[in-house]
């Protein structure tokens, strides 16, 4: 049988079994087919396929990404990693991030209506906390609340990690809402929860769980759109029990970070921190740590600001996704 025929044979054969099921659960990694793994190189180029990226609402105004940004692609940091200590970054450090690598964006963000971007919230992680930061306008609700809420507005949706299970009603809605153009970003324990339920044969949870808080992080590739305004090298701040990352579609998913200290965690020897895939006409971004500053912090402190830029590189990748989605602007 020909490769790409066996695959789309066990891609809706998962998507079946999940369809039996009457909600969306942890996952069994274990059950899993064994994935051919292959290594990664650190800021190489990769291939990355040409997909047409069609806005959920074509009434929607769009906002311009590109503008005369200070700093378009990734800013090149070295230097002993792992060893710097919390610090700072009140709302002004974001507004600043935000303003030079999106200039143009920056001015008529508080404009955009907040149907547009959408947050799902949960207990472990708090990623609306750094869209209002960042002066975004979006719209928040439990998991149990998007049963009967309408996505047609929205471009951009964000799912915090956390405890709590969304209906299969809710995994539906959000498959399709990416099917028709829209951008999707989750977090830490949604890969299992959530990912790999919706989107079988693309990435899953590798049944692993990270042993320290801090890592190192090194981007991988080149991608104008997510690593602008970012750094090469920087910590990855994350809680203990992340679910690591493994990739089962190698062809379209695109690691966009990796840590050779997570790699010594990871069955796999990957490491890998942070992934983008596209599915129809829109995306799916995962990180393995949360979107918001730190879940133990307080305050405006950040466990990991990274050289130069002042924020997390994992906020800096994370809020360039969802100026993307907010902008229309292919990965």
């Known amino acids: ?17 999940f369809t039996l099921s009457p909600s969306i659960a942890l996952a069994q990694p274990g059950k899993l087919e064994e994935p051919q793994f292959y290594p990664l190189t650190p800021v190489a180029d990769q291939t990355k396929p040409e997909q047409p990226t069609v806005a959920p609402n074509q009434a929607n105004i769009r906002l311009p990404l590109q503008g005369n940004a200070k700093f378009d692609g990734p800013i090149e940091t070295s230097g002993t990693l792992l060893t710097g200590r919390a610090g700072s970054a009140p709302g002004r450090i974001y507004k600043a991030w ?17 149907d547009r971007l959408v947050v799902i ?3 472990y992680d708090q990623a609306e906390r750094t869209l209002k930061t960042l002066g975004l306008p979006y719209k928040s609700m439990e998991k149990r609340e998007l049963d009967s809420y309408d996505l047609s507005n929205a471009q951009v949706l964000v799912i915090d990690c956390g405890p709590k299970n969304l209906s299969y009603a809710a995994g539906m ?7 028709r153009g829209g951008y999707l970003i989750t977090t830490d324990w949604m890969l299992d929860r959530l990912d790999q339920k919706i989107f079988p044969g693309y990435i899953a949870w590798s049944g692993a769980m990270n042993t320290q808080r801090m890592y190192d992080a090194t981007i991988v590739g080149k991608d104008p759109v997510l690593f602008r305004h970012a750094v090469t ?17 190698k062809d379209l998913v695109r ?3 990796v840590s050779p200290t997570l790699a010594k965690d990871d069955p796999d020897g990957q490491g890998i921190l942070a992934v983008v895939f596209p599915f129809e006409k829109g995306y799916v971004m995962h990180m393995t740590a949360h979107f918001d500053r730190s879940q133990i912090g307080s305050g405006d402190q950040i466990d990991d600001p990274a050289p130069v830029i002042g924020i997390g590189l994992r906020q800096a990748i994370a809020i360039n996704f969802v100026v993307a989605g907010l902008s229309g602007t292919k990965l």
């Open 121 to 123: 919230t949960d207990r």
């Open 255 to 257: 690691v966009l970070a």
């Open 98 to 114: 935000l303003e030079e690598a999106h200039p143009q964006f920056a001015l008529g963000a508080n404009a955009i209506a907040d």
């Open 1 to 17: 049988m020909p490769p790409l025929k066996h695959a789309a044979i066990l891609s809706c054969l998962q998507l079946l079994a």
């Open 233 to 249: 090298r920087a910590n990855w701040k994350m809680d203990i029990h992340c679910h690591l990352i493994r990739v089962i579609n």
């Open 173 to 179: 809605k959000i498959r399709e809402f990416v099917t």
